[in-house]
C-alpha cells in the first residue's frame, strides 16, 4: 500500500523559495495521480497543483506561475517547487495519492478527491 511522506517544510521570508518532497513507499508512485494540498488556519483544505501519472498537470489560480509540480519515479518522490512566496501561502501543505473514482486531474485537486494523504509539513512565509 502507497504510504507518503512529506517534507522540506519551515519559516521563509515573503519572495523566497521552498521545495517539498512527497516521498513514497510500498508501492510504486508512477502509476499514480499526485497531489498538493494546503489547509490554513481556520480555512478548508484546498487543491494547490495535482500530476498525473502520464504528467498532465493542473494548478489552482492563486499559485499558477509561482509553483511547479513534477515527479521522479526513479526516486518514487513528486516536488512542490514554490517561488515567489507570500504571507497567504502559509499553511500545513499534504501531498495525497487519487482516490479510486477520480474523475479528471482538474476534478482531483478541486474537489479533494484522495485516497490517502501523507501527514503534512508546515510552511511559514513571514518576516
Known amino acids: 500500500q502507497l504510504q507518503l511522506v512529506e517534507s522540506g517544510g519551515g519559516l521563509v521570508q515573503p519572495g523566497g523559495p521552498l521545495r517539498l518532497p512527497c516521498a513514497a513507499s510500498?508501492?510504486?508512485?508512477?502509476?499514480?495521480?499526485i497531489g498538493w494540498f494546503r489547509q490554513a488556519p481556520g480555512k478548508e483544505r484546498e487543491g494547490v497543483s495535482c500530476?498525473?501519472?502520464?504528467?498532465?498537470?493542473y494548478y489552482a489560480d492563486s499559485v499558477k506561475g509561482r509553483f511547479t509540480i513534477s515527479r521522479d519515479n526513479a526516486k518514487n518522490t513528486v516536488y512542490l517547487q514554490m517561488n515567489s512566496l507570500k504571507p497567504e501561502d502559509t499553511a500545513v501543505y499534504y501531498c495525497?495519492?487519487?482516490?479510486?473514482?477520480?474523475?479528471?486531474?482538474?476534478?482531483?485537486?478541486?474537489?479533494?478527491?484522495?485516497?490517502?494523504w501523507g501527514q503534512g509539513t508546515q510552511v511559514t512565509v513571514s518576516s
Open positions: 500530476i498525473s501519472h502520464d504528467d498532465n498537470i
Open positions: 510500498g508501492s510504486n508512485l508512477g502509476y499514480y495521480a
Open positions: 495525497g495519492k487519487e482516490s479510486w473514482d477520480i474523475t479528471t486531474l482538474k476534478a482531483m485537486c478541486n474537489r479533494i478527491m484522495v485516497g490517502s
